[in-house]
Nanobody
Framework: QDQLVESGGTAVQAGGSLRLSCVVS????????MAWFRQAPGKEREGVAA????????YYSDSVKGRFTISQDNDNNAVYLQMNGLKPEDAAMYYC????????????????????WGQGTQVTVSS
């Protein structure tokens, strides 16, 4: 089983930007779909963005569409989440998730679609 290691989370002011990284210990292409989820205290974990590995399809939750961008780096076996225009409500623990199933618009945001998870990286946004 590959390991997923997230990094890049830190404290930032509202309106700022961050780039989160998720590095796969093996080959990125061993997965078909990679996603970012987040969980704020007292809230359920929610899907933020997903990307079809090796393809061009990407998916975003309505709350981040237009502000966040998910991308893949095959050379470094990594997936990134560029977050711009951060808001206090974006503060959460962010998790990287991986699946060997293809990303679908109807299911990419479901936690049970993913078999492998990272430990998370904390994002704090101050107003």
């Amino acid at each position: 089983q590959d390991q997923l290691v997230e990094s890049g989370g830190t404290a930032v002011q509202a309106g700022g930007s961050l780039r989160l990284s998720c590095v796969v210990s093996g080959y990125l292409f061993s997965y078909t779909c990679m996603a970012w989820f987040r969980q704020a205290p007292g809230k359920e974990r929610e899907g933020v963005a997903a990307a079809y590995i090796g393809g061009s399809s990407t998916y975003y939750s309505d709350s981040v569409k237009g502000r966040f961008t998910i991308s893949q780096d095959n050379d470094n076996n990594a997936v990134y989440l560029q977050m711009n225009g951060l808001k206090p409500e974006d503060a959460a623990m962010y998790y990287c998730a991986a699946s060997r199933l293809r990303c679908l618009s109807t299911s990419w945001y479901r936690q049970d679609e993913y078999t492998d998870w990272g430990q998370g990286t904390q994002v704090t946004v101050s107003s």
